[in-house]
T-cell receptor, first 111, second 118 residues
Framework: DAKTTQPPSMDCAEGRAANLPCNHS???????VYWYRQIHSQGPQYIIH???NNETNEMASLIITEDRKSSTLILPHATLRDTAVYYC????????????FGKGTKLSVKP | GAVVSQHPSWVICKSGTSVKIECRSL??????MFWYRQFPKQSLMLMAT?????????EQGVEKDKFLINHASLTLSTLTVTSAHPEDSSFYIC??????????????FGPGTRLLVL
């Protein structure tokens, strides 16, 4: 079973920041938080991952709370092409564990 | 970097035939590859995990004799759906794990293969 909880859907206006929350209250100390997204009829696309510290790359920022029980993915300037299902997944580092997908959040970016 | 390809992107076959799907990591070596299946309006379901040179590990409920997985090299894994039936029609997606020491091990996904069994 997925170890994360995400809202089933969210809307965002084009050009605004999209903030996608994720709860992972049972996360273990060696588990990373991964974010992927899946645009319709395509394979999932890796976005970002982190362990404790906030992370930023060219696609997004990941904010992890100090107790690591929740995180937020931030798309700073959402575009129509960011419309997708976003998955938050926790997984141990190393060879343990696999990516188990929950239902994710359907983000709709509207003009 | 970190590109995973799949071939074919879609296939239509008759019931009872076998279908082979290839998954390649194009610019990195992947000691571990994964196969997922996704039915319409559902999330991805992990079918099996394969390590190069060893037998695949199948998830509960996945028939290993029906879904044959071969991971012969660090850049290629194949999934063969044997004696396919209409209920096997689905979107099959492979993934390859890229090792980055000390920073988790990121998985990258292929574009998927849509299988339709008539």
């Amino acid at each position: 079973d997925a170890k994360t909880t995400q809202p089933p859907s969210m809307d965002c206006a084009e050009g605004r920041a999209a903030n996608l929350p994720c709860n992972h209250s049972t996360i273990s100390g060696n588990e990373y938080v991964y974010w992927y997204r899946q645009i319709h009829s395509q394979g999932p696309q890796y976005i970002i991952h982190g362990l404790k510290n906030n992370e930023t790359n060219e696609m997004a920022s990941l904010i992890i709370t100090e107790d690591r029980k929740s995180s937020t993915l931030i798309l700073p300037h959402a575009t129509l092409r960011d419309t997708a299902v976003y998955y938050c997944i926790v997984r141990p580092s190393g060879s343990q564990g696999n990516l188990i997908f929950g239902k994710g959040t359907k983000l709709s970016v509207k003009p | 970097g970190a590109v995973v390809s799949q071939h074919p992107s879609w296939v239509i076959c008759k019931s009872g035939t076998s279908v082979k799907i290839e998954c390649r990591s194009l610019d990195f070596q992947a000691t571990t590859m994964f196969w997922y299946r996704q039915f319409p309006k559902q999330s991805l379901m992990l079918m099996a995990t394969s390590n190069e040179g060893s037998k695949a590990t199948y998830e509960q409920g996945v028939e290993k004799d029906k879904f044959l997985i071969n991971h012969a090299s660090l850049t290629l894994s194949t999934l063969t759906v044997t004696s396919a039936h209409p209920e096997d029609s689905s979107f099959y997606i492979c993934s390859a794990r890229k090792a980055r020491q000390g920073d988790g091990e990121t998985q990258y996904f292929g574009p998927g293969t849509r299988l339709l069994v008539l």
